[in-house]
Nanobody
């Protein structure tokens, strides 16, 4: 059974940093491209917004324009974990962040990241 479990969310002030983690199990992690997506409070009922993607090899990464230069995605094969390092967080980054595998086949339950004073 596939499991994607996000962790690391929590309240952060504008300009702050936060590291999210996604622990994967139940599939061949080394063969799966992974991504982070988010859904903000104003986007309920709409598609989740793409944030960052990392290839199965870990060599190629892609970022949305809104987070490029501030967020970094990486993967740790031995731990079967995907990380999202977020810096200079702004109120518009506030959202529930979801881990995704294999082009949308598998999703986690999400971890909430509020950004507020």
């Amino acid at each position: 059974q596939v499991h994607l479990v996000e962790s690391g969310g929590g309240l952060v002030q504008p300009g702050g940093s936060l590291n999210l983690s996604c622990a994967a199990s139940g599939f061949i992690f080394e063969e799966a491209a992974m991504s982070w997506n988010r859904q903000g409070p104003e986007a309920l009922g709409t598609e989740r917004e793409f944030v960052a993607r990392i290839s199965s090899s870990g060599i190629n990464t892609t970022y949305s324009r809104s987070v490029r230069g501030r967020f970094t995605i990486s993967r740790e094969v031995t731990k079967k974990t995907v990380l999202l390092q977020m810096t200079d967080l702004q109120p518009e980054d506030a959202a529930v962040y979801y881990c995704e595998a294999s082009g949308g086949v598998y999703w986690g339950q999400g971890t909430q990241v509020p950004v507020s004073q």
